[in-house]
């Protein structure tokens, strides 16, 4: 039994004071481990470096003494104790949808970030009790009375993050007897009936294609910034969801707020219950190295958006948006020709997270999100709409997740294989393990529905005329990506170069409006480290997109499949 206390006293100060007590039985040493990473964010982030202070002490409140043993592993020697407590405090001043944060308004915890477990002690019963401003409610997936929230082993703590708030908003709504709570944080005013519609809808049509559900109820937790935000973490049988602004969360940003509860909510099969081998168990202390990262969020990302189009959420021009944006990021990319989606996924643990040096690894998300679309219609083709990747997927959670079993990456690819034949295999081959062109394969998948790639201007006009991408970062104008061959790369412009003036004035406003007004060609002020230097490049067409068009004369067979393809 692990019992924690939880309090703050200058929430301003973001610092968290945790107490853990546990019995010793009998033993001479005790191991406390933090966690190094998290499930769904596959990198080390050493969560122990918010810890401030760190203490051990007996049932007499007498100091006993601690080592640290690795970075965040601290072994404490009982010395004839009954029971230890640990006293620590935590910082947690990040807000995003898998991290800790406490303000005036909320405190909210990732329970693998900042709680222990004791080594060879991972089954035992938590229990979290609380000491709260008034009025504070808590939202948890946890078992929960007043202020005190439990759970038994610290795999399924690690899934349960925890928001405390006297703002909380809460609805539910029920699909096949499973209960889905929403609980909304933040300033923001939910539109409840039009929420629940289409949540249900996605719900049923996800359950629908699994032929069951994980968990027996769910809990979508979103926090909601006043300023712009998209973030989505998933666990077995909740999500956080970080979205923003709060005013705009209902109509400006409703697309996207379905899109990532689409996606988590699928992620509670493919990846909670559906698991890689390499992560059954996790272990939280080191790189759980996995290369079906494009499973993991891949068909995520594809099945995601899916599943709002074929519930009826998405009508077809916002789905093929969806795919669009998967493509435009692709053609963006110049990784495609260097590391395949699965080595980048293997890699997701070096630089997964960060754009990296230029042009080396693709994205488990928009790339292999892409090459699911193809294994889907290949397969459509070859079952004649029979089977899809949906057959694939069920046959993974009746299969493996089920039975308590990891798959491994032949597993996938021969499951797919079988329903897909010729085609589906030479996917894996060129796009999925290889690094050739996905274009004409992508052309020849899209075929089966009657949808074309029809070319389409950079609407970026610096990636248009001249090939490169360019941000503003603390106030400066740095160029973050440049197309190999492109005018800027062949006038020695590259990542990293700040553009101080355009046409020998200063910046002002933004770089696409003076682009706008610009003819033939624009003279840009290049910083470099050591130089500063008026380069001209001239206008030209790069960093070419396709687009997704419906062909205006689809035969029969492709109108009968792309409706299958819809309603499989
Ligand atoms: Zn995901």
Redesign the pocket.
Known sequence: MINYTISYSNPHRHYVDFELTTPTNGKESMQFQLAAWRP?RYELADFAQNIQKWAAFDENNNPIPFTKITKDLWEVTTKGAMEVTIVYNFYANQLDAGACYLDEHQLYLNPVHCLFYIVDRMQQQYTLVFDLPKGYKIASSMEKKWNTLSIKGYDALAESPIICSAALQHDTYTVEGITFHMWFQGACTPDWDKLKKDFSAFSKSQIKHFGGFPTNEYHFFFQITPYKSYH?V?HSNNTVVLLGPGDEIMDKRYEDLLGVSS??LY?TWN?KAIRPVEMYPYNYTKENYFRTGFV??GV??YMGDMMLYNSGVFNWEEFVKTQNQNLERHLMNYGRYNLSVADSGFDNWLDGYKLGAPDRKTSI?PDAALCMLMIDLEIIRNTAGKESLHSVMKELYENFALKGKGYSEDDFRNICVKFGGLRVAEIFENHIYGIEDYIPSLRSALDVVGIELKGKKNPNLSAQYFGFVAVKENGKIMIKKVEPNSVTDKNGIAPEDEITKVNEEKIEGKLSDILKECKDEVEFTIKKKFSEKAIPLAIGNHYQLLEFVLSENGNEEQVVLRKMWKNN
């Open positions: 769904g989505g998933e996606h988590e992620h990846i993991a969020e995520t990302t998300y």
